[in-house]
């Protein structure tokens, strides 16, 4: 459960910062869509983060999960974000029409995106030193 709370954590600073990122991307081609934030939306980028960074819980298992049960996850938990933050986008004004909605649910995907490479990569290096730590174990016996 540790692990799992060190990553969602982990999430909550990752989807904070590709959040800011991909605002800042679409604001380089959309003009002014996102122009005029107010004083309260560094605070609305990281309740959109924590939020997002929750559903995380969903990846604690407390034996290793067959590849079926990860990718079920994995869609649950996409299913669960998109909702959250168009739950909040709704509420919070960002769009009014479909086709706004629809921007904020393909940005949406570009951060989930970004969030699992990270994740990947992450996990991939730790798995690697672990591999190199236990090979130096072996081959020192």
């Not at 990718?71 to 919070?92: D, K, N, P, T």
């Not at 649910?105 to 990947?120: D, Q």
Request: proline share 2%; net charge negative; hydrophobic share 55%.
């Amino acid at each position: 459960m540790k692990d799992t709370i060190k990553m969602v954590v982990s999430h909550f600073f990752i989807i904070s910062v590709s959040v800011m990122t991909v605002i800042g991307v679409a604001n380089l081609f959309i003009a002014d869509r996102f122009a005029g934030y107010g004083i309260e939306f560094p605070f609305i980028i990281l309740l959109v983060g924590a939020t997002s960074a929750l559903p995380s819980f969903l990846f604690y298992f407390r034996t290793e999960p067959t590849k079926k049960q990860f990718i079920l996850r994995m869609i649950l938990h996409f299913i669960c974000i998109e909702a959250v933050v168009l739950g909040e986008g709704r509420l919070l004004g960002w769009y009014d029409g479909i086709t706004e909605m629809l921007l904020i649910a393909v940005m949406v995907v570009v951060v989930y995106v970004i969030v699992t490479l990270i994740t990947m990569y992450s996990e991939s290096k730790t798995e690697r030193g672990i591999n190199e730590a236990l090979n130096r174990l072996n081959n020192e016996e």
